[in-house]
């Protein structure tokens, strides 16, 4: 089991900048791949970013290239997601998500076995 936890989230205004940071407990990263995804009222949740724990291969979202960068640091177990040149049409509930191993495609939310249980990102116009 893995436990994810989120943090960092709030508001800002239109071209500032927030870090997410995504904890995992119960067990390490190690071999897995991790997402940031953002569900807005009335959307869809879909994917921003996800990472391969292991090669640290990246996948962004066309809607935010160039402006978030994920990353991840083994010592402390946690994968970031810089957010920066925030646009209010990120404003949403962000959640990191976690794949075994074995689930290659890190674009679909049904590799994603682990949930966080998500924080608000609100950017101000």
């Known amino acids: 089991q893995v436990q994810l936890v989120e943090s960092g989230g709030g508001l800002v205004q239109a071209g500032g900048s927030l870090r997410l940071s995504c904890a995992a407990s119960?067990?390490?990263?190690?071999?897995?791949?991790v997402g940031w995804f953002r569900q807005a009222p009335g959307k869809e949740r879909n994917v921003v970013a996800a990472?391969?724990?292991?090669?640290?291969?990246?996948y962004y979202a066309d809607s935010v290239k160039g402006r978030f960068t994920i990353s991840r640091d083994g010592a402390k177990n946690t994968v970031y997601l810089q957010m920066n040149s925030l646009k209010p049409e990120d404003t949403a509930v962000y959640y990191c998500a976690a794949a075994p191993p074995y689930r290659a495609y890190l674009a679909s939310e049904s590799s994603y076995d682990y949930w966080g249980q998500g924080t608000q990102v609100t950017v101000s116009s």
């Open positions: 119960g067990r390490t990263f190690s071999g897995y791949g």
């Open positions: 990472i391969s724990w292991s090669v640290g291969s990246t």
